[in-house]
């Protein structure tokens, strides 16, 4: 019953690694998105998706890289771990892009420790 | 650039009791939405309430309401009558056309018996 989920929930991995989240959603929406939550509990937006399409790309490091096999899906890879990285990354769907007043449905979050 | 800001970092309340979450915002575009989401300690986001800015009449969802003023780009939030399942960090959000989020630093919600 799950709506938005994302795996894993806890990340732990060394600098200069290689990672990657998992988001799924089953809600049939079109639009789906990644936040990071820093220490600070600031929530700021990196991508979002419409229909696989990449429609919102914020300043973010080329380490970072979204993959939106379809809908249902969008991963977040991240190459070569910085220290910086450790935070709480939130994926969330929403029904679709249009007027922009559409509820987004946040799964648990990855929180993401770099040692 | 959109930009909100929440100037309380926490706010304690009593059971039963009334609190208000402040919220001014800056934005150039004539059609947006405003929510406040909530963030429990188990991390969950959710959604509080939801006003759209063309719309005057304030929102409200049972104990939450809203006070929306368009022209002073303020948009608070009330909480009535106050339960210990309402602690939580409170984030004021705004949404462009694109359906991008930009969140408020949050406010710390305590609630004492």
Known sequence: DTAVSQTPKYL???MGN???IKCEQNLGHDTMYWYKQDSKKFLKIMFSYNNKELIINETVPNRFSPKSPDKAH???HINSLELGDSAVY???SSQQLAGGGNEQFFGPGTRLTVL | AQTVTQSQPEMSVQEAETVTLSCTYDTSESDYYLFWYKQPPSRQM???IRQEAYKQQNATENRFSVNFQKAAKSF???ISDSQLGDAAMYFCTLTDSWGKLQFG???QVVVTP
């Open chain 1, 74 to 76: 969008l991963n977040l």
């Open chain 2, 76 to 78: 608070s939030l009330k």
């Open chain 2, 105 to 107: 630093a949050g406010t």
């Open chain 1, 18 to 20: 290689d990672k990657s």
């Open chain 1, 12 to 14: 732990v991995t060394q």
């Open chain 2, 46 to 48: 959710i959604l509080v």
């Open chain 1, 90 to 92: 939130f994926c969330a």
